[in-house]
DNA sequence: ACAAAAGTGTTTGTAATACACCCATGA
DNA sequence: TCATGGGTGTATTACAAACACTTTTGT
């Protein structure tokens, strides 16, 4: 009779930000530095996570991990993954952290991962003590602990949501232009779309409302505003399947 | 200072099996007994599940669970889900039933869901002591503790997953007629297709092989017999993405 | 000979792709 | 007046959908 496993719980965000540009994730900075001589042993980053509470309802504690990191309620979160290995704290620098952090480093500890979305321009990152900051998703690599695995899970998920739910507007100001939509789409899927087929596209979808308002002090043709309609979305989708492969 | 959490965790199994002509799903009957009167006091159904053991892999023992039941390794196996609410175990007849099974009812457990694909023609069940049986999925409802919600979200996901990828040959047997691949599909996606669109759609998968050989003994015309070329699906895979909605 | 499921093509509409120029604005 | 990104249409090709009859086998 094998025992039964009773591990801490966490739970790991991994907080997508589009700037207009590119999409960001938002990270941690984590540096161990040597007890007594204080040289940096390492330095890396990793996800935002937190541990969960008794009787705390998992997606509330990740909606905590995102107050506290934004100051917001109310961001798209997305449960998507929750990694399988007893291993996966295991290795030599994550030890050192966990030691340092007044965590027992042999315990457990059970992940369940979520995703959310936001606009970089409209958040102010809450740093308090730590370094916390947007990485171009381009630019990460070697995160701490098994966070690059969680990192591609999140993007193939967050790849196969936004291919089957306008939940691109969670990264977009209210009043957004297809310009601004076309390229989160392209750096989401990694791909760029050809302009007036993207439009034609999107023209179809009818809860993507055409506004009379325009941009004002750009130094080009300024570009017609669209809103994203959740009424009409709920309203008009359909569920119909196709399997494609 | 809220108080970490150090649940019990389980592994819930939706185990999805086809049988030629509907989708089923592999449940195990509870039936509670008045302690002394011996009469019924409630009789339901459960998905299959099991606790995780210390240093023992999440999907490791979905596999314990799916090789406990069916005598089978190398079952396909799709993590899809982790259920939040903590409350989830605390239903009247939930809590009877965990009592009478030498449980802590007060206890949180925190599940992670696999679903798995079978073809039931191919397993034979190992009930031992258990009522266990494959029920079709139309006539499923009021599943004991949050079964429910977990076999809805399993469904979608197994289409979500069947829509991308060609895992239904995993609720087949090696070789199969389009007839039953056509089946399957409608079972899962509940739906009807067209016999001739069907057949046009899959003629373009190169990783489904024809073979020369044929049914026999059907007191009809014979239909030739197709095998899935996983390693055809690999070579030709293609990652390209087209978001819809 | 009959019942049962297998197998097969054409037409029509809709969506995907490829592609190039003019427009409105601020500097 | 120039630089910048906004905005637009057409032709071609590929896929989706609708639809009915003949074939092969066992009984």
Redesign the pocket.
């Known amino acids: 009779m094998q025992k039964q496993l009773h591990p801490n719980i966490s739970v790991d965000c991994v907080i997508f930000g589009f700037d207009f540009e590119k999409l960001n994730v938002l990270l941690v900075e984590r540096t161990y530095l040597h007890p007594e001589t204080k040289e940096v042993i390492f330095s890396d980053y990793t996800l935002a996570g937190n541990h969960v509470y008794v009787d705390e309802n998992l997606v509330d504690a990740a909606k905590r991990v995102l107050n506290n990191l934004t100051g917001l309620d109310n961001i798209y979160l997305e449960q998507f993954y929750a990694p399988e290995d007893p291993g996966r704290l295991l290795k030599k620098n994550d030890q050192l952290w966990l030691k340092k952090e007044g965590k027992n480093p042999e315990e457990r500890v059970v992940s369940v991962c979520y995703f959310s979305l936001l606009n970089c321009k409209e958040v102010s990152i809450q740093k308090k003590d730590r370094n916390v900051d947007w990485h171009p998703i381009s630019e990460i690599r070697n995160l701490g602990f098994d966070h690059d695995i969680i990192l591609a899970q999140a993007l193939k998920s967050l790849q196969v949501k936004l291919q089957n739910e306008p939940i691109g507007y969670e990264m977009l100001p209210l009043k957004f232009?297809?310009?601004q939509l076309q390229k989160l789409y392209e750096v989401v899927f990694d791909m760029e779309f050809?302009?007036?087929?993207f439009?034609?596209?999107v023209s179809?979808m009818k809860y993507l409302i055409q506004l009379d308002e325009k941009q004002?002090?750009?130094?080009?043709?300024?570009?017609?505003y669209y809103i994203f309609s959740r009424d009409v979305y709920e309203k008009t989708k359909s569920d119909i399947l196709?399997f494609?492969v």
């Open positions: 232009t297809l310009s050809d302009k007036r087929n439009r034609k596209k179809k004002k002090g750009v130094s080009h043709k300024p570009a017609r196709n494609s």
